[in-house]
């Protein structure tokens, strides 16, 4: 298996345009997280889906944030607008039986 | 709310000198621990789950343990490419399978 896919790898955008990350999750895993990482405030659980259905998405910061899970090898997590304050590396995450598995993660700059 | 504090923040350790990191929780109802490195730049690579206190896994020159309020990772005699950060997180009650991650600990080791 591939593992995670994630992209972009690296986003740079202006503050107020619309940035979307897109993963693709391991075949077989009912479970899919997006966390987004900072030097400040290390890994934190944005939203996480359980068979394409949001489960928690107590960690959104707020509605500028988004994230969807049309299908069960897609999910969308979606900017707007952005500000530089959500320059972060955001990582997706899917797991079926405990552990997480992540992949290379998307690092925004957001200018 | 789960907590997860990791210590020390940094680690530098000539090759072949043994440490322990520490990962000290407050959660309602542990139902895993779990142990990731994290190369920089890349995702979190699962390394290890402990379930219950007084459990201890291996692998290669890494050991974790747990109690009841902590976890230890033990490296022992390391090398160079054993430098990384070490994330600790909880998968506790009724949260789904979402985890909550510690600070992490930079662990260098130098030649």
């Known amino acids: 298996d591939a593992g995670v896919i994630q992209s972009p790898r690296h986003e740079v955008t202006e503050m107020g345009q619309e940035v979307t990350l897109r993963c693709k999750p391991i075949s077989g895993h009912d479970y899919l997280f997006w966390y987004r990482q900072t030097m400040m405030r290390g890994l934190e659980l944005l939203i996480y889906f359980n068979n394409n259905v949001p489960i928690d998405d107590s960690g959104m910061p707020e509605d500028r944030f988004s994230a969807k899970m049309p299908n069960a090898s897609f999910s969308t997590l979606k900017i707007q607008p952005s500000e530089p304050r959500d320059s972060a590396v955001y990582f997706c995450?899917?797991?079926?039986?405990?552990?997480?598995?992540f992949g290379e993660g998307s690092r925004l700059t957001v200018l | 709310e789960d907590q997860v504090t990791q210590s020390p923040e940094a680690l530098r350790l000539q090759e072949g000198e043994s440490s322990s990191l520490n990962c000290s929780y407050t959660?309602?109802?542990?139902?895993?621990l779990f142990w990731y490195r994290q190369d920089p730049g890349k995702g979190p690579e699962f390394l290890f789950t402990l379930y219950s206190a007084g459990e201890e896994k291996e692998k290669e020159r890494l050991k974790a343990t747990l109690t009841k309020k902590e976890s230890f990772l033990h490296i022992t005699a390391p090398k160079p490419e054993d430098s990384a950060t070490y994330l600790c997180?909880?998968?506790?009650?009724?949260?789904?399978?979402?985890?909550?991650f510690g600070g992490g600990t930079r662990v260098l080791v130098k030649p």
């Open positions: 995450a899917s797991s079926f039986a405990g552990e997480l598995f």
């Open positions: 997180a909880v998968q506790a009650g009724a949260a789904g399978n979402k985890l909550t």
């Open positions: 959660v309602s109802g542990l139902r895993g």
